[in-house]
């Protein structure tokens, strides 16, 4: 391979990281207090948790180039239920559990639609999307459930963390959100990456055709891996409510677009152009780290989201433009 | 006419400027002219009828025979619907098809319907345009008897007004009902051209099939063994039917027949890919449930797809990831966590013993040669020692050194007690390898016949419609 073959091939793969580390540089010299300081990026950790656990969740579905529209909303429904438990007096333990099954059983109707009926999953997600919102409204009659509703053991658990020191005097917790989001971190790895499972859904995303003819049941494994999105997504809705000690019909929107665009980022990191979590959590931290550099600078919120449009837009165009190239 | 591969339809696709040639020298009315691509074909008067039903299913009828024209307009940009539907009527009038309304969507007509709109529509503009030259590629395939009789008499229309008639078939009885004279292609090449008149259907099937044996088989490794491995008692599809074979232990049978008579379906019913109506099969004397893919590579079957690419690959994973992927299971820890190390392993070793040519088992599908992926495919068959091996066209688009690697294979499965069904447009491959040859006949098991003495010619006239 030529010195000019590698160095393109290098680019290729590399271009968002270096884009990445600028963006990094640029913050470090304009926020110089504080935006490179350790608690600051546990705060970026914790902010983009939600985010996180659901696209890492959501890679699963687009390894095999299928993605789940209605996670956004499952997160809002599995709080909602959450919180209805919590009124009725019932353990933390039963709510959580409850909206955990909420998340399984919306995953298998988006899986039982696309993989046994047949509907492509844009739209079948989509009419999921609304079905989850719409019940969401339902059983909270369009109110946010807060206050005395929600247990102090549910909301505590967001503001906890592991004590790892101090900073300037003050205590520093390693958030248990981050921690909650870096375990299914290792969970979503070593499902997509050492299980003869994870494989086979990177067989349908290859082909899938061949994948069926060479002996994968494909129905079944769409099947189980929108399952495992729907977990991820109800996953996340918890953890919302959890930080914001409340549940809200509408408090998972912008999570499906934003997951999306995580996964999207971290493909332009793959010689093939394959989804894969390790590359989602670089797109998870991108996506945070302007988020919160941009606010600290005080860019007004609508040109932020201006700019982070334009840079998924610019980091994928790159991406593929030098793969055409190629 | 000329066997399957021989380059008909190379041929058709270079004169509607589909296919570059390396070199070309065509002359119309004895003036050179130059086709680069399908509008220099339709200007030049040249009007073709393939064979797939390329049609826009969601369109109308009268849509899709005006698809390539512009539709009749009002006040300059409105589409004028009556007189589009009026247009389309005439235009299935002059076929003497009155059965179909021009306003409902094709998709709703039958195959035959939809092959006869496909037919009115290159007549279309035919009187003001200089249309005089029709192509058409197996119009029959998917007509009825009725059909096919309303085509020919538009045929012979065409044939009175002076225009000229390129057809390409593989039915014997339609050549010698409206053609003229023939010309039979063999190996991508002319053999001869002669008039209808004087010829016999034994002639033509002596000119496709001719030529010496020119690919040298390796031998057997090993005689068949007394077990009956694989027990079809009667295996049906919708579109197939009338399956009945019994395969013994290192025993190759092929699978013969022309294209669309039904090879293909054959096997990818015994790997579970298509769903049957009766299912009657015993492997190893045990009856197999109803299989699907993964289920029938659990229990023995192998399969090598007839498009690497389509069916076979995941052209963007690694030679590993294709190998070991019906196996996993079994390379896995616990048959769940993977096991890299014997993946490796095991991909390697199959690796070597179908002498892929790669700088290893972690490189990209997608860079091999295609003779090098159908060894991947073939890696993956070997993988579990198959009890029975199903190979669909296994040298197609390989070149003659790959070939023989692959017959050499197929006949080291074959010694290690594998039962193999061979499918095959090569006539040749199949007579060099297989031990017996079933024909498929308009997606029916036609005959079961021992491949010893039998000749091309022989396989071939089984192959078409017992010829008068």
């Known amino acids: ?326 | 006419m000329g066997e399957n591969g021989a380059g008909k339809s190379t041929l058709i696709k270079i004169l509607a400027g589909v296919v570059t040639p390396d070199h070309v020298e065509i002359r119309l009315q004895d003036r050179p002219v130059n086709i680069h691509n399908p509008q220099d074909a339709f200007t030049l008067g040249l009007r073709f009828i393939h064979q797939e039903l390329n049609v826009v299913s969601q369109l109308s009828v009268a849509e899709n025979i005006f698809v390539s024209l512009p539709y009749p307009r009002r006040a300059g940009f409105l589409v004028d619907w009556p007189r589009l539907h009026a247009d389309a009527t005439q235009v299935l009038a002059q076929l003497g098809i009155h059965h179909i309304d021009p306003r409902q969507p094709i998709a709703r007509l039958s195959p035959g319907d939809q092959m006869l709109v496909k037919i009115a529509s290159a007549f279309v503009g035919a009187d003001q345009s200089n249309a005089s030259i029709y192509v058409m590629d197996e119009p029959t395939a998917a007509l009825t008897g009725d059909e096919t009789a309303r085509l020919f008499h538009v045929i012979s229309e065409l044939k009175a007004k002076g225009c000229a008639v390129l057809y390409v078939t593989h039915r014997m009885e339609e050549v010698f009902q409206i053609c003229d004279t023939v010309t039979v292609m063999r190996d991508g090449r002319v053999v001869e051209t002669r008039p209808i008149q004087g010829t016999t259907p034994n002639d033509l099937i002596r000119l496709m099939t001719g030529r010496q044996l020119e690919q040298t088989y390796p031998a057997r490794l090993a005689p068949i063994g007394q077990a009956v491995v694989l027990d079809v008692r009667d295996l049906s599809t919708r579109r197939i039917g009338g399956i009945r074979f019994q395969l013994r232990a290192g025993e190759i049978l092929g699978v013969a027949g022309l294209t669309g008579a039904g090879c293909s379906e054959l096997l990818r019913a015994l790997i579970g890919a298509e769903r049957c109506l009766t299912y009657d099969v015993l492997l190893d004397d045990h009856l197999l449930p109803p299989l699907s893919p993964a289920r029938a590579w659990e229990a023995g079957f192998a399969y090598v797809p007839e498009e690497r690419r389509a069916q076979g690959l995941m052209l963007s994973r690694t030679i590993r990831d294709n190998i070991t992927l019906p196996h996993l299971q079994r390379l896995s820890r616990g048959g769940v966590f993977l096991n890299r190390a014997a993946e490796r392993g095991a991909s390697s070793a199959v690796s070597q013993s179908v002498q892929l040519r790669a700088t290893g088992t972690e490189q990209i599908t997608r860079q091999l040669s295609g003779g090098n992926q159908q060894k991947v495919l073939f890696a993956r068959a070997m993988m579990q020692t198959p009890r029975v091996l199903l190979l669909d066209e296994p040298t197609r688009g390989v070149d003659v050194g790959a070939k023989f690697d692959i017959y050499s294979l197929i006949r080291n499965f074959s010694a290690r007690g594998a039962a193999i069904l061979l499918a095959s447009s090569d006539l040749n491959e199949l007579l060099g390898l297989c031990d017996r040859i079933l024909v498929m006949r308009k997606r029916r098991q036609a005959a079961l016949v021992e491949a010893a003495g039998l000749s091309a010619h022989d396989l071939l006239t089984l192959c078409y419609e017992a010829p008068a």
């Not at chain 1, 917790?173 to 870096?182: D, E, H, R, S």
């Not at chain 1, 010689?271 to 988020?291: F, K, R, Y």
């Open chain 1, 1 to 326: 391979m030529t010195v000019q073959a590698r160095l393109s091939r290098w680019l290729r793969r590399s271009g968002t990281l270096i884009g990445f580390l600028i963006v990094i540089v640029y913050f470090t010299l304009n926020i110089p207090n504080t935006f490179l300081t350790l608690p600051n990026w546990l705060n970026i950790s914790q902010q983009v948790s939600m985010l996180a656990v659901t696209a890492f969740t959501m890679t699963i579905v687009m390894v095999m180039g299928d993605f789940d529209l209605s996670v956004g909303s499952m997160a809002s429904l599995s709080g909602i239920v959450a919180a209805l438990f919590f009124r009725d007096s019932q353990p933390v333990l039963v709510g959580v559990i409850v909206a955990l099954a909420a998340g399984l059983v919306g995953g298998l109707l988006n899986g039982l639609l696309v993989s046994y009926i047949g509907i492509t999953p844009f739209v079948a997600t989509l009419g999921t999307l609304t079905i989850f919102s719409g019940a969401a409204f339902l059983l909270s009659g369009g109110k946010t459930i807060f206050g005395r509703d929600i247990p102090a053991d549910f909301s505590g658990f967001a503001r906890g963390g592991i004590p790892i020191g101090t900073f300037n005097e003050r205590a520093l917790l390693f958030p248990n959100l981050t921690i909650v989001a870096l375990i299914v971190f290792v969970i979503v790895w070593v499902v997509l990456e050492q299980t003869a499972f994870g494989r086979r859904l990177y067989a349908i995303g290859g082909n899938v055709e061949a994948a069926r003819l060479g002996g994968v049941r494909v129905r079944f494994l769409r099947l189980i891996a929108f399952m495992l999105t729907g977990l991820g997504a109800a996953l996340a809705g918890l953890l919302y409510a959890s930080r914001v000690a409340s549940a809200n019909p509408t408090q998972g929107a912008g999570l499906m677009l934003d997951a999306i665009a995580a996964v999207f980022l971290g493909m332009t990191m793959s010689e093939e152009g394959e989804p894969h979590v390790v590359g989602t959590l670089l797109g998870v931290t991108i996506l945070g780290v302007l988020d919160n550099g941009l606010t600290q600078m005080r860019v007004d919120s609508y040109v932020r989201e201006v700019l982070i449009g334009a840079i998924i837009i610019g980091a994928v165009t790159s991406s593929s433009l030098s793969r055409r190239g190629h």
